[in-house]
């Protein structure tokens, strides 16, 4: 009992690899999309890889650039079958290759799926790889003249003004670390001293945070320094000043930008998945078709295309079978999962 | 009546011709569409600084006129080029007879006075960006503390946004900023000495500091960055003003938009003299290939030789033509078909 048998005559073969050789050439372009998505997300990850300690992961857009690679040249060779489908003489040569190929189309698409699946479920691995890089970045903020790290102030200013955000989770992050070097602070001053004095290691830590955090939207100008004293400035509230400083945390703000490029490539490769699940049913139709057009005389005449030639527990058990004897090495064929081909050598 | 500038094209030159035309009708299309988009850009550019230009300053005029010369262009290069595929082939050459004539009008009178209006403009009107954003800059620096006031408020965050994307600082260096009061007054404690004083210092009453708005930081600097008391040497501790100062952006704004805006003029004005270029001779060639083909009869595999001309006649003869053509319209028979167009008739 074949599963989904459809009947196909001469016309309606023809058609189907015409169509099928169509969309082959359109999901190479699709293969194309899915490798540059890849590649703007592995170069939208190394801009910002300082902020990350270069420790992030590049196994999304690694796995999509591999993908699209795989999907153009699977569906080329998938369209250059179907083109030679309509002539009995260029179809015999592929004949044997089909039905591993096939397979191996089965298990794209399974891989294809996980691929998709990990566009939308790895972001939690992104979040504290940028909550440990943007910690080490502001800590190194004030050593601009340390070599290898010289670069940090400008990489974490630039950032700020270009998301929009301040310090890890908020503005207060700048409170706990010192970001003004040594070198420009006046050891004679007392007030200086005191601030020094007054925590366990040592540092010099204001209630002030760097220029980049200063929001434009604001209606007066930046107030940067002593935020948490009111009467340091005139007409100034803390508690209720909001759009003095951008109030977004950066890790909040590339974690969100980060995930809707990958939610956006996720939903664009599931589309693909789509596509390719189409292609592979209708390629497995055709194979299956023109197994009963064996003959030349019979070109012409009707012949039942399915999927599986068994239903789907009487196929799994064929499949174990045949692995069954493969394992007790009476099999010299390579290439395991091939069901029919063990009728061959019993 | 001498034909003008007449050129003997039998079959084999004419096939050249038509297809050298199809050639340069599509790099026509290309320009005209190249120039579509430059003045696009160009004026989305003109859009987003809108307020750093003067009102009074004319130079929209160029990019709106480049757009309107770039989408003739474009569409005489497409027509050019379906009518000289069209004149290869006879079964698809009688509906082109009709179009031809208008088309050359159309592309000589419209598109070519369009372009060389566009060309004129693309000389002249940069040089009045100097005064408009020298006026447009003042403007929106005078009104940055202006945040509640209806109709400026926006002039603080677009001129923060400005010094921060282009990287400058002040009209034509920081110190713009110390002429400005750039601190709103409601910001101002009126209790404190050194406000009173800074505000009875100057004649018009203005609170004005040594100081810069957070926009001028440079974020390259290595020290945080200073922004205030700036003149004063002794403000702040082991600054060297021996050093290359990387504190604040050094370039003026009206600098930086000047060069940007002109140098996206002189782009457009350059694609501009290409499109010109190629318009010119490709309505050249069709002309040609119209009066060769009409000359036909309309017959286009004709082995024979024909003359292909730019005007039938010389100047005077042709306004002699239109002006018996003008007296002759109104009687209700006309005598004679108008003799413009059409060559020997081929019996």
Redesign the interface.
């Known amino acids: 009992m074949a599963l989904l048998k459809v009947t196909f005559d001469q016309k309606k073969r023809v058609k189907l690899a015409q169509g099928l050789w169509l969309m082959n050439w359109l999901s190479v372009l699709a293969g194309i999309v899915l490798f540059s998505l890849g590649l703007f997300l592995k170069i939208e990850l190394r801009k910002r890889s300082e902020v990350m300690n270069h420790s992030e992961s590049h196994f999304v857009p690694n796995s999509l650039i591999s993908m699209g690679l795989l999907s153009c040249v699977f569906n080329s060779l998938a369209g250059k079958i179907c083109y030679d489908a309509l002539d009995p003489a260029k179809y015999a040569k592929w004949k044997p290759w089909l039905k591993p190929y096939l397979a191996v189309c089965v298990l794209f698409n399974v891989a294809l799926f996980l691929v998709a699946l990990c566009c939308f479920l790895l972001r939690g691995s992104l979040e504290s790889t940028l909550a440990q890089g943007l910690k080490s970045g502001m800590k190194y903020y004030r050593d601009t003249d340390t070599p290898g790290r010289c670069f940090m102030k400008k990489t974490i200013d630039m950032l700020q003004i270009e998301f929009k955000c301040c310090g890890n989770n908020g503005f207060r992050d700048w409170f706990e670390i010192q970001w003004i070097s040594n070198r420009y602070l006046d050891f004679s001053s007392k007030e200086v001293k005191d601030r020094i004095k007054s925590n366990v290691d040592g540092r010099y830590l204001v209630d002030g945070v760097p220029f980049s955090c200063c929001n434009p939207n604001s209606p007066r100008p930046c107030i940067q320094y002593q935020l948490t004293n009111n009467s340091a400035h005139y007409s100034y509230d803390h508690q209720t000043e909001e759009l003095n400083l951008w109030v977004r945390g950066c890790r909040d703000a590339l974690l969100s930008y980060y995930s809707s490029l990958m939610n956006s490539m996720g939903v664009v490769t599931l589309f693909v998945w789509l596509f390719e699940v189409t292609i592979t049913v209708g390629l497995r139709y055709l194979h299956t078709a023109l197994e009963g057009v064996s003959s030349p005389e019979e070109a012409e005449g009707e012949s039942e295309g399915w999927l599986l030639e068994k239903s789907v527990p009487e196929t799994w058990k064929a499949f174990l079978e045949s692995l069954k004897k493969l394992g007790k090495g009476n099999q010299v064929e390579a290439g395991g999962a091939d069901a029919g081909q063990a009728p061959e050598a019993g | 009546m001498a034909p003008v500038l007449p050129l003997v094209l039998p079959l084999q030159p004419r096939i050249r011709l038509a297809q050298g035309l199809w050639l340069f009708s599509w790099l026509l299309a290309l320009a005209g569409g190249l120039t579509l988009l430059c003045s696009g850009y160009l004026l989305i550019q003109l859009w987003h600084l809108g307020t750093f230009l003067a009102p009074s300053c004319p130079f929209s005029a160029l990019p709106q006129t480049a757009l309107a010369a770039g989408a003739v262009a474009l569409g005489t290069g497409l027509g050019g080029a379906g009518a000289s595929r069209a004149s290869l082939d006879a079964a698809r050459y009688p509906p082109w007879r009709g179009v031809l004539g208008p088309l050359l009008v159309a592309g000589t009178a419209v598109g070519g006075g369009l372009l060389v209006f566009a060309l004129g403009l693309a000389l002249g009107l940069p040089g009045s960006l100097d005064e408009g954003l020298e006026e447009g800059l003042g403007t929106a620096l005078a009104h940055y503390k202006d ?2 006031v209806p109709g400026h ?1 926006h002039a ?2 677009l001129v ?2 400005l010094q ?1 994307r282009h990287q400058c600082c002040g009209r034509h260096g920081y110190k713009d900023w110390f002429g400005v009061q ?3 007054s ?4 009126p209790s ?1 000495q050194d406000v009173v004083d800074r505000i009875q210092s100057n004649v018009e009453g203005l609170y004005l500091i040594d100081g810069v ?3 001028c ?1 440079n ?2 600097s ?4 200073l ?1 205030s008391r700036l003149s004063d040497p002794y403000a702040h ?2 600054f060297d003003p021996r050093q290359p100062n990387l504190n604040l952006w050094a370039q003026g704004c009206h600098g930086v938009l000047l060069g940007h805006l002109q140098s996206l003029a002189s782009t457009l004005g350059s694609m501009l003299a290409v499109t010109f270029l190629l318009q010119v001779l490709v309505l050249l060639g069709l002309r040609y290939l119209q009066t060769a083909l009409e000359g036909l009869g309309g017959v286009i595999d004709g082995e024979g030789e024909t003359q292909g001309y730019l005007f039938p006649g010389g100047l005077k003869d042709m306004l002699k033509t239109a002006w018996l053509q003008g007296g002759v319209a109104p009687r209700p028979a006309p005598q004679e078909a108008p003799p413009e167009e059409e060559g020997p008739p081929e019996a």
């Open positions: 945040t509640e408020c603080k965050r923060d946004e921060l750039w601190v709103s409601r910001y101002l404690d404190d708005p957070f926009s930081c974020p390259h290595p020290r945080p960055c922004q501790p082991l």
